[in-house]
């Protein structure tokens, strides 16, 4: 599989999946979740975490020569602005040709392993990574760091790899996904997409002052589910509209469902509520492990794909972890 494949997965994952109102959203302040969760370590490990995509509808640039920019002074919510900082990361980076992408997205991240390394979903990152290995053929894709912000719940932003001077490197991730061999391919996306959707970075610094530890596939059939809904996005119509009372931009939310696996595979599912923006959250056990991470929603069910190493190498040949 390619990475531009992934840009197709993106937009598949970007639509919630349909929930019973019973296993709506709610703020993790309020969400009924057992003891054997922290809701304090969800609090510092689960973070909102801000990217750049390409926009369905305004044209995107994608091949633009690095250039100086100075960032003073520039209004934080102006287009110009957006524009001016994908070009600083590529010049601190030395990438020659930038891509330039006119949406701002919203996806979840969180701390795992270490109090310096975040595990997500691959689609929030793989159009840009893409479009750098297209159009700089000599770079070497495992040391480029995409442009994202990391927000914890009710907090000051923890790592800035937009604006800022943090600096990031993917350490664990399917080399199927070929970062580093840019196409011109878009195929249509297949469940074999979700099975690479998945990375693992390790930050310059710590952002959290705890991690979340893994959990094989197993166990209860409960399955609690913690991201940021991104509320620009429309839900479907069958699908519960969070309360607007506790729910607001930048809310981490809980979501409790069933799961269950068909295996053999690194993907399960289960039938609880998913909003764009949750992409890339922890789906925890019951006893306050990281079985998983959410990474999208299809008709019925919303997808997981499992944190554990050995459920992962299994189905990602000579993936290896490049910072054990």
């Known amino acids: 599989m390619r990475i531009a494949t992934m840009i197709v997965a993106a937009l598949l994952f970007s639509w919630p999946a349909k929930a019973d109102p019973v296993h709506g959203v709610v703020a993790i302040d309020k969400a ?16 909102q975490m801000i990217t750049f995509s390409p926009a369905a509808q305004a044209p995107d640039v994608v091949d633009t020569p ?42 979840t991240a969180f701390v795992i392993g270490s109090r310096n390394r975040i595990g997500t979903s691959l689609h929030g990152i793989a159009s840009w990574m893409h479009h750098v290995a297209l159009n700089n053929r000599d770079l070497d894709m495992t040391r480029i760091c995409p442009p994202f912000r990391l927000k914890p719940y009710k907090r000051k932003t923890v790592y800035d790899g937009i604006e800022g001077s943090g600096r990031c490197k993917l350490v664990y991730y399917d080399p199927n996904a070929a970062l580093g061999q840019a196409d011109n391919k878009s195929d249509n996306s297949t469940t074999s ?36 809904p991104d509320l620009r996005r429309a839900p479907a119509e069958d699908y519960p509209l969070p309360d607007p009372d506790t729910i607001k ?25 998913s909003y764009g923006g949750m992409s890339g959250g922890p789906s925890l056990n019951a006893e306050g492990r990281v079985m998983g991470a959410m990474i999208g929603g ?11 190493r050995n459920t992962l190498d299994a189905v990602w040949p000579g993936a290896k972890d490049l910072d054990p």
């Open 193 to 228: 997409e979700f099975k690479s959707d998945y990375v693992e970075i390790k930050l310059d610094k710590d952002v959290s002052r705890s991690f979340l530890k893994k959990a094989e596939i197993g166990g209860s059939n409960k399955l609690y589910t913690f991201g940021y």
């Open 249 to 273: 931009p930048g809310t981490l939310v809980a979501t409790v469902g069933q799961w269950y696996y068909s295996g053999p595979s690194p993907l399960f599912y289960s039938d609880s509520a």
């Open 66 to 107: 690095s250039k100086p920019v100075k960032l003073k002074g520039m209004d934080k919510k102006s287009p110009a602005y957006r524009d001016a900082v994908q070009l600083r990361s590529c010049q601190v980076q030395k990438i020659r040709r930038c891509p330039v992408f006119r949406q701002v997205s919203e996806g």
């Open 32 to 47: 009924e979740i057992p003891d054997t969760i922290d809701r304090a370590l969800i609090g510092d490990t689960v973070f």
């Open 298 to 308: 299809r008709t019925g069910q919303t997808i997981h794909i499992s944190v554990d």
